[in-house]
């Protein structure tokens, strides 16, 4: 099966911007997914299809992606935003999904 | 308001079994692919299995194969996850999701999720 990988932490001063990866072998084929996860709460869907955003998410948030690497980028970023960001995609093999490790976001 | 309600959860001694349910509301359930998705203490994400919707297709990680069963039942719009031969290593946070479409197999609505603790 597939793996992700993500960087495990990176931090970003209030109101700048900054890129989370997500690097994989299953996103030269599938669209990346991003999920924010704040202690004690449940993910919640912050990009599809590589660049969607469900109604009710900034439009400080976007994604991208190109060959085995998918990005989100929050511009401006604020105190809200400090989470736990999650990639996922389809695993290339089998029908199964596959998450990355996981960034921990630290707005400055 | 769509909503997914895990139950179900609880202390398990190794090698036991327990039966979470999801009950879901606001959406028509019986239309849609559905997930649970476990995160032990500390730890990332990990998918664990998918359902679709008429429950005749299921989908398993390798972690769980032969060891959980996914159901569901559309009259009870209520998703289900069967758990035997637990070990320690199932211990987590157990969430269901919906499944929003697509090639990429996005989860678009989730549970708040209930705990499995699997120790003597």
């Known amino acids: 099966s597939s793996e992700l990988t993500q960087d495990p932490a990176v931090s970003v001063a209030l109101g700048q911007t900054v890129r989370i990866t997500c690097q994989g072998d299953s996103l030269r084929r599938f669209d990346a997914t991003w999920y924010q996860q704040k202690p004690g709460q449940a993910p919640v869907l912050v990009i599809y299809n590589k660049n969607n955003r469900p109604s009710g998410i900034p439009d400080r948030f976007s994604g991208s992606g190109s060959g085995n690497t998918a990005s989100l980028t929050i511009t401006g970023a604020q105190a809200e935003d400090e989470a736990d960001y999650y990639c996922n995609s389809r695993d290339t093999i089998i029908d199964h999904l596959v998450f990355g490790g996981g960034t921990k976001l630290t707005v400055l | 308001e769509m909503q997914l309600v895990e139950s179900g959860g609880g202390l398990v001694q190794p090698g036991g079994s327990l039966r979470l349910s999801c009950a879901a509301s606001?959406?028509?359930?019986?239309?849609?692919?559905m997930h649970w998705v476990r995160q032990a203490p500390g730890k990332g994400l990990v998918w664990v299995s998918r359902?679709?919707?008429?429950?005749?297709?299921?989908i398993y990680a390798d972690s769980v194969k032969g060891r959980f069963t996914i159901s569901r039942d559309n009259a009870k719009n209520t998703l289900y996850l069967q758990m035997n031969t637990l070990t320690a290593e199932d211990t987590a946070v157990y969430y269901c999701?919906?499944?929003?479409?697509?090639?990429?197999?996005?989860?678009?609505?989730w549970g708040k999720g209930t705990t499995v603790t699997v120790s003597p």
């Open positions: 606001g959406f028509t359930f019986s239309t849609y692919w």
């Open positions: 359902i679709n919707s008429d429950g005749s297709r299921t």
């Open positions: 999701a919906r499944e929003g479409g697509g090639l990429s197999l996005y989860m678009d609505v």
